[in-house]
């Protein structure tokens, strides 16, 4: 409590200040606790309201999420089941095939084993009918041996009947008197061993020789250039065949399988 002198000073100065005033009261310091109170609730309900917020948000989030992922769970599964069913179509499809292709097989099959069977009895027929054939010509036979006639004779073969049939003759040409007369002559003009078609004459031997002739098939003049009377007037050639002296020509002697044929040069006759 102020004392009487501060309370008439006091009274003194509100009238000097303002005149007809009342005095001052005695101030009482006033509470400052509920403001603070009011002010703490305030963010207290601040702060809850946010986090209700947050809360709510994450709720929501949350929420979206879930159903991202359930959709995409259904499409998942959409797809898993589309893909069974065409697998399964597949597999049908693929069963529809080869049941057809197995069916075409044996149909195939009971095809060809038609056509073997029938190609069996085709040839069990030609089978049957050469046997029956075959008996016939058997009898025809007994019946003919039986009646005193001759069996046919086999065909040669067309080979055989064509070939034609050869005569090996040996040949040899003596020119030792002309040597004996000049001695640039040769002795000999050679032997050989010929195989000649069947027909072939003295004179076709000697052409077969190889050596050079001058003449013809009635008369020989010249063997190899040694030529009559060369070696004197009553020089020349002559032939024999298996050591005797023809009376044919050379173009008219036929040759015959293993005939010898000696053609011999003469100085004077008698001395071949």
């Known amino acids: 409590m102020p004392s009487s002198n501060e309370a008439q000073q006091l009274e003194t100065t509100d009238e000097r200040i303002a005149p007809g005033a009342p ?8 509470r400052v606790g509920a403001p603070v109170i009011a002010g703490i609730a305030l963010a207290v309900v601040l702060v809850l309201a946010c986090v209700g917020g947050a809360v709510f948000a994450s709720g929501s989030a949350f929420q979206a999420s879930q159903g991202q992922e359930d959709a995409t769970a259904q499409q998942q599964s959409s797809g898993a089941a589309e893909a069974g069913q065409n697998q399964a179509a597949s597999q049908e499809s693929a069963s529809q095939q080869g049941e057809g292709g197995q069916q075409e097989a044996t149909q195939e099959a009971s095809a060809e084993g038609e056509n073997a ?29 039986l009646s005193g006639g001759a069996a046919p004779a086999s065909q040669e073969p067309a080979a055989q009947q064509q070939a034609a049939a050869t005569v090996t003759v040996t040949l040899t040409i ?24 069947e027909g072939a004459t003295v004179w076709d031997a000697l052409n077969a ?19 009559e009377f060369d070696c004197g007037n009553s020089s020349g050639w002559m032939y024999k065949v298996n050591g005797s ?26 001395d071949v």
């Not at 029938?118 to 003919?144: I, R």
């Not at 003009?189 to 195989?195: E, I, N």
């Open 23 to 30: 005095a001052c009261e005695e101030h009482t310091p006033a």
């Open 117 to 145: 069977e029938a190609q069996t009895q085709g040839q069990e027929a030609a089978s049957d009918a050469a046997g029956a054939s075959s008996q016939s010509a058997g009898s025809s036979e007994s019946a003919a041996a």
């Open 174 to 197: 003596d020119s030792s008197n002309a040597h004996a007369y000049n001695s640039d002559y040769p002795s000999s003009m050679g032997s050989k061993t010929l195989t000649l078609e």
């Open 209 to 227: 020789m190889g050596v050079s002739v001058r003449g013809s098939s009635t008369y020989v003049r010249a063997i190899n250039g040694l030529s």
């Open 245 to 270: 002296f023809p009376t044919k020509t050379c173009g008219n002697y036929v040759l015959s399988d293993g005939d010898s044929v000696l053609w011999a040069y003469t100085c004077t006759m008698g």
